[in-house]
């Protein structure tokens, strides 16, 4: 579904990235953990094309590593970014709308499931999205990406300052989503991206460290010293 290859990302004469490979399959969760500043985000926006990159990014088969940001979301690959970034002074309703842009045939049909996903937002769904709670933006966050229908789902650190009962319940989402379309998941919550994800990466200085089956990470004592406070 989506293969990296020898990936570099530098600001000016840091390098954030450093040579990655990466690939990501049909019908799972692969998730990309590390500490702040090993280059996580970079990673991801590379992949949209939104930070300038060498190396090579082929999705379903193609190369699309030189192309636009706005060209590689209409071929399927959504990028929910830290922080969320709701319009907040749109309602719930005009959010979906706005990631439907492009869908716009399919709106009722999309808002529908969008409100089964998160029964939250249904209740809310004529308010202001910046009165909303920490937890019901990201989920909103989450909806707007899916009102394109991607074929890739990526989440850039999606438990960020949520309560632990939020996160269980966003991740619960999350793990459901895999049977639509693959997800890759940016994480510093190592133990609940392990705990939903099929395969991961350990991202060091910019540097994969280590990577495997989720299962088999969870169980390393390099991991679980460094990344899950065991």
Do not use: W
Not at 55 to 63: H, M, Q, T, Y
Not at 94 to 107: I, K, S, V, W, Y
Not at 121 to 135: F, H, I, V, W
């Amino acid at each position: 579904m989506l293969e990296i290859k020898n990936l570099q990302v530098y600001y000016g004469v840091i390098a954030a990235v450093r040579g990655i490979d990466m690939h990501i399959k049909r019908g799972e969760i692969v998730t990309l953990i590390g500490s702040n500043g090993a280059g996580k985000t970079s990673t991801l926006n590379a992949l949209v094309n939104s930070v300038k990159k060498s190396g090579r990014v082929i999705f379903e088969g193609r190369n699309i590593s030189t192309h636009p940001t706005h060209k590689i979301v209409r071929e399927g690959i959504a990028l929910v970014p830290e922080g969320r970034r709701v319009f907040i002074n749109l309602s719930v309703e005009e959010n979906l709308r706005m990631g439907a842009f492009n869908n716009d045939e399919n709106f009722e049909r999309l808002r529908g499931r969008m409100y089964e996903l998160f029964p939250r937002l249904y209740d809310k769904r004529e308010q202001m999205a910046g009165t909303l709670s920490g937890g019901e933006q990201q989920m909103l966050a989450i909806a707007r990406a899916l009102m394109s229908e991607p074929k890739l789902l990526m989440l850039d650190e999606p438990s960020l300052g949520l309560a632990p009962r939020i996160v269980g319940e966003l991740f619960e989402v999350i793990a459901e989503l895999k049977k639509s379309f693959p997800i890759l998941l940016v994480e510093q919550n190592a133990f609940a991206a392990l705990s939903i994800a099929d395969y991961g990466y350990v991202l060091e200085n910019g540097i994969i460290s280590l990577e495997g089956e989720s299962e088999k990470l969870e169980g390393n004592d390099d991991v679980r010293k460094r990344y899950l406070g065991v």
